[in-house]
């Protein structure tokens, strides 16, 4: 898929009417903002005017506005952006009535009615951060889909997902991949007797032997203590384990 025909397909994974509302409850009450259960920034909206909107409501309220007007936005970007502005309030027309009827910030905002307009426009900003990575987002949402029965089949399981879910799933789908392709190497490479006789034939050149155990039989098995190996000895309870170990740990450190 070329640059172009993938950022087409990127801006469908965009829900206006929920970003609509997130922006009306954050006009409405600014301290759904400072909340880190609902974390919000720019690039989870797509449109240009929505991400001029949100920017210019979030600098309203790092300067304490505790709820913003469309007046606030006309009166911000009329001195911090202009160009903003223009694209806002010169270029659209009627933008106080337009904005007025886009954003429905009658009622106080609760959590509860914020949460489903919320959570879809994040789910749609995690799909289009797939999108960019190149993982193929259609197992869960497919925007291209021409039967309206399978649509609309998707669509509600899209709907009755978590970001949480959406995330295992993509874990999930690469633990798969790992699992076909670096498990089998690792497990291929610890195989019983790889490499024996290469090393049987080194320590016939140039026997290697560390610091000397109790017993001549695993002096021979296990050639010493030496640095960069392991060696696990099993011993039933009470038959001196802990007084051993301490008597070598002693005996090697000086």
């Keep these: 898929m070329n ?12 829900d206006s009417r929920s970003a609509i509302q997130v922006l009306g409850s954050i006009m ?17 909206f797509v449109i240009t005017e929505h991400e001029i909107l949100f920017t210019a409501i979030f600098n309203l309220a790092q300067q304490g506005f505790k709820s913003v007007t469309v007046g606030d936005i006309e009166s911000y970007l009329h001195i911090a952006s202009p160009i903003h502005y223009k694209k ?19 009622g106080i905002p609760t959590i509860e009615n914020n949460d489903y307009y919320y959570n879809t426009l994040r789910k749609f900003a995690l799909l289009r951060s797939y999108l960019l990575e190149g993982v193929d987002v259609s197992a869960i949402l497919d925007l ?19 970001i ?52 001549e039989y695993l002096n021979t ?27 070598r740990s002693t005996e090697v450190s000086k």
């Design 3 to 14: 640059k172009a025909k993938r950022n087409s397909l990127i801006k469908k994974y965009y």
């Design 28 to 44: 409405v009450d600014t301290s759904f903002l400072k909340m880190t259960s609902y974390p919000l920034s720019q690039k989870d």
């Design 88 to 106: 806002i309030f010169e270029d659209m027309e009627d933008p106080q009535d337009r904005i007025n009827k886009k954003i429905d910030n009658t």
């Design 144 to 162: 291209t889909e021409v039967d309206p029965t399978l649509e609309e089949k998707q669509l509600n399981k899209f709907n009755n997902m978590d």
């Design 164 to 215: 949480n879910e959406i995330i295992d799933f993509f874990d999930r789908q690469n633990l798969n991949s790992k699992q076909r392709f670096i498990i089998r190497e690792s497990n291929r490479s610890r195989k019983s007797g790889d490499n024996a006789q290469e090393l049987r034939e080194a320590l016939k050149v140039a026997p290697c032997y560390g610091y000397g155990l109790f017993s």
């Design 221 to 247: 098995v296990s050639r010493g203590i030496q640095g960069n190996r392991f060696i696990l000895e099993t011993r039933d309870s009470g038959m001196g384990r802990f007084c051993r170990f301490e008597t």
